[in-house]
């Protein structure tokens, strides 16, 4: 089993930063994808971003793209997400997802989310 903890989240005004991290442990090894998604109340859930197997990636959803980056430190076995340029829209709960592949956008693990609000 692997375990994912997400941190970093909480309030920033639009415009802003925010760097969320995501921590894998227990049976890690091959579980190589890392990915990104976020659920906004009412909606469904969505794809952010992703950096996959063997240096595929990264990865990016369209309302993401050009403002998030993922990235990942293997030493310490987490994936970041540095999102700039905030807005009102990006708020929801952001979840972190792993697995071996990644393709076709399943993961096997998740972790609980972390909330994320910018305020206008």
């Known amino acids: 089993q692997v375990r994912l903890v997400e941190s970093g989240g909480g309030l920033v005004q639009a415009g802003g930063p925010l760097r969320l991290s995501c921590a894998a442990s227990?049976?890690?090894?091959?579980?190589?994808?890392r990915a990104w998604f976020r659920q906004a109340p009412g909606k469904e859930r969505e794809f952010v971003a992703a950096?996959?197997?063997?240096?595929?990636?990264?990865y990016y959803g369209d309302s993401v793209k050009g403002r998030f980056t993922i990235s990942k430190d293997n030493a310490k076995n987490t994936v970041y997400l540095q999102m700039n340029s905030l807005k009102p829209e990006d708020t929801a709960v952001y979840f972190c997802?792993?697995?071996?592949?990644?393709?076709?956008?399943?993961?096997?693990?998740w972790g609980q989310g972390t909330q994320v609000t910018v305020s206008s």
């Open positions: 997802a792993a697995d071996r592949y990644g393709f076709g956008n399943q993961y096997t693990y």
């Open positions: 227990g049976r890690t090894f091959g579980v190589d994808a």
């Open positions: 950096d996959r197997y063997s240096g595929l990636g990264p």
